[in-house]
Each structure stands twice: as C-alpha cells, then as structure tokens.
C-alpha cells in the first residue's frame, strides 16, 4: 500500500452492511462537486448513485472501500470487470478486453492524502490480474482533481466513449495495462 507515512489505510471489499452507506457516501460527494448536476436535476442518476446494493448484485460489479484501521471508510469505487456490465452512457460497453471503474468517492475530509489514487491503482492491479489490457473510465471537467489524477496515472483522453448525460459534458478515458505504472 502506497499511503502518505502518517495516512495510513487498507482497500479490501465492501461489505454488504456498508453498501447503502457506500451509496449515500457517493451521493453525497457529487451532489456537492461545483458545476455537476444537482440532484432534483437528475434525479435518476443519483438513485443509481445511492443504489449500491443493487449494483453488486451484478456479479461483474464490485465495490471496493478504503478504511483506517479502525474501520472509518473513507472512500469507494465500482471496479467492473467487463464492460458489457459497465453500465454508464455512450458506447463504452462495446469494448473488448478491458475492464472498468466508476464512481470514485473520497469524504471531502480525506482528501489529498491519496485514498482515490490508491483506490484507481488497485483497480489497475485487478484488471491486470483479470489479464485485462485496459482499463476504461468516465470523468467530467467538473472533476478536475480526478482528471488531473487519472492524467498522472497515464489514462489518456478515449473520445470515442465520451456522452453526453443531460446537460453535462461526460468524458472518456482509458490505461492500457501492457506495461507497469
């Protein structure tokens, strides 16, 4: 685990106990991020949003937590291991060979001290244990700390997926997995 020395924190899977927190966690994030919709504009979105246990019963769909030893959650991320299960707009379900990650959450007071990194990273990690050859995921300019993230990470611009979702802008991107981070 690549943890700041003094943030110390594990990823493991979610339990079905926590999923219907996991779900508000995630409304609540992007419910609160300047410039995406808000919820009495989408209004269906954010039901799947908060629909965590519906989600896992996919069996392509896992969520995964990162917690402190004491057990505080302190953020999520749907890992999709095939595509066709990967659910969002636009045609991002029609590739072959990858796998996907959505809804990255981090509490707002957790930030900075790279929970949503090593979130991706273990992600990243999944799909090479899949022998997948890329990974895909969706972001928009509202996200700007996770742009600038998956950017470091070497995920580059996947126009070919990009949606739009109502009134706002939804972009893709994609890693390939051939070589190491």
């Given amino acids: 685990m690549r943890s700041p020395r003094d943030f110390k924190f594990s990823i493991r899977k979610a339990q079905v106990e926590e999923l219907p927190g996991l779900g508000k966690l995630v409304v609540d994030v992007y419910s609160k991020i300047p410039g995406l919709p ?20 996919n069996p392509a769909i896992t969520i995964y937590v990162a917690l402190k030893d004491s057990g505080q959650i302190l953020g999520c991320i749907d890992f999709i291991d095939t595509m066709k299960h990967y659910g969002s707009g636009g045609s991002a379900h029609t590739i072959p060979d ?5 809804l990255l959450a981090v509490k707002p007071e957790c930030r900075g001290k790279g929970v949503g990194k090593e979130l991706t990273l273990f992600c990243i990690e999944r799909a090479r244990e899949l022998r997948k050859s890329k990974v895909i995921l969706h972001t928009t300019k509202a996200m700007q700390t996770a742009w600038g993230m998956y950017e470091k990470l070497r995920f580059e611009r996947f126009p070919e997926i990009d949606f739009q979702q109502g009134a706002l802008e939804v972009y893709g991107f994609k890693r390939s997995l051939s070589s190491k981070i």
């Fill in 38 to 57: 808000k919820i009495d504009d989408q209004p269906d979105y954010y039901q799947m949003l908060l629909e965590a246990p519906k989600r896992v019963r």
């Fill in 98 to 102: 990858a796998a996907g990650i959505r």
